[in-house]
C-alpha cells in the first residue's frame, strides 16, 4: 500500500513526543461505537427483547457459552463482561477498514486499528497480564506460582518463554489476518482506479473480498476472545 501514516511529530512538530495518530483516532472510534451500541441495548429494556437488545442478548449468551468451555461458570462468570467487551472491540475494530479507507496527503488516516501490531500486541499483553492478576487473586501467590513448577520444576525456564510465546502469537495472528486482508482490499481499488474496463472488472471481486473479510473479522475476534478464556483459565483454575 502506497501511503504513510500520520505521525504526531509530522502535523504537530513535537520531536520528543511521536505516535500514529491514525491509531489513536481509529481507536477512539471503535470505542465510541462499541459504547453507543452499549447505550442502545440498555435503554428501554424490555422482559421481552427485541431489535437491539435482543442481538446483544444473543451475545451474552454465545460467549457465556464460550466462557463455560474454557472453564466452569461460577469461576468463568467474572469474566463474562470482559469477553464481551473484547469480542465487540475487536470485530468493530477488525471491521473498520471495510467499508472504505481514507488517505491525505499520502497518509491513511482511517483504517481498522487491528491492522497495526501495536493495537493488536497491546491488546495481547493486556489479556496475559489480565490472566496473572486474576491467577494471583483466585489462587493465591503459592497457587499462582504452582503452574510454574508443574508437572516437574525443570520446565520453569520453558514456562516463561511461553508466556511471551503467547503474548506475541495472540497479538500477531490477529494483526497478520486484519493487515493481509486490508492490503488486497487497497490492491483491488488501486486496480479498480486504473480505468474504466478495471472498475467493471474488479468491482464483483472487491465486493466478494469484502464480504469475505467480514467473516474473517468476525472469526478472529472469536479466536482472540476464546485464546484469552483458555489462557485465563489456565491460570485461575486448579487443575490445568
Known amino acids: 500500500m502506497d501511503h504513510g501514516s500520520p505521525m504526531y511529530e509530522d502535523v504537530f512538530g513535537i520531536s520528543w513526543l511521536d505516535f500514529n495518530l491514525s491509531n489513536v483516532l481509529m481507536t477512539f472510534v471503535a470505542s465510541l461505537v462499541v459504547f453507543l451500541i452499549a447505550v442502545l441495548a440498555s435503554r428501554n429494556l424490555q422482559r421481552k427483547p427485541t431489535g437491539v437488545q435482543n442481538f446483544i442478548e444473543w451475545i451474552f ?3 457465556k457459552g464460550m466462557i463455560s ?3 466452569d461458570w461460577k469461576t468463568g462468570r467474572q469474566f463474562l463482561p470482559l469477553a464481551i467487551t473484547l469480542l465487540m472491540y475487536i470485530f ?12 491525505i496527503n499520502g497518509d491513511l488516516w482511517w483504517k481498522s486499528p487491528t491492522a497495526d501490531p501495536g493495537i493488536t500486541l497491546t491488546l495481547a499483553v493486556m489479556v496475559v497480564a489480565l490472566t496473572h492478576y486474576y491467577g494471583v487473586k ?4 503459592k497457587g499462582y506460582l504452582k503452574n510454574f513448577f508443574s508437572p516437574i520444576p525443570i520446565l520453569f ?3 516463561i518463554v511461553e508466556e511471551f510465546a503467547i503474548t506475541l502469537t495472540l497479538g500477531m495472528r490477529l ?7 486490508e492490503v488486497l482490499l487497497a490492491l483491488l481499488v488501486s486496480f479498480m482506479a486504473s480505468g474504466m474496463l478495471e472498475a ?3 468491482f464483483i471481486p472487491m465486493l466478494l473480498w469484502q464480504g469475505f473479510k467480514l467473516f474473517i473479522s468476525s472469526i478472529q475476534a472469536f479466536i482472540f476472545v ?3 478464556m483458555v489462557y485465563m483459565s489456565h491460570k485461575v483454575m486448579e487443575d490445568h
Open 226 to 228: 476464546m485464546l484469552a
Open 175 to 181: 494483526y497478520g489476518n486484519i493487515f493481509a486482508g
Open 200 to 202: 467493471a472488472a474488479g
Open 157 to 159: 525456564p520453558l514456562k
Open 61 to 63: 449468551d454465545f460467549v
Open 69 to 71: 468451555s474454557a472453564m
Open 92 to 103: 468493530i475494530a477488525n471491521i473498520l477498514g471495510i467499508m472504505f479507507m481514507v488517505t
Open 138 to 141: 483466585l489462587r493465591g501467590t
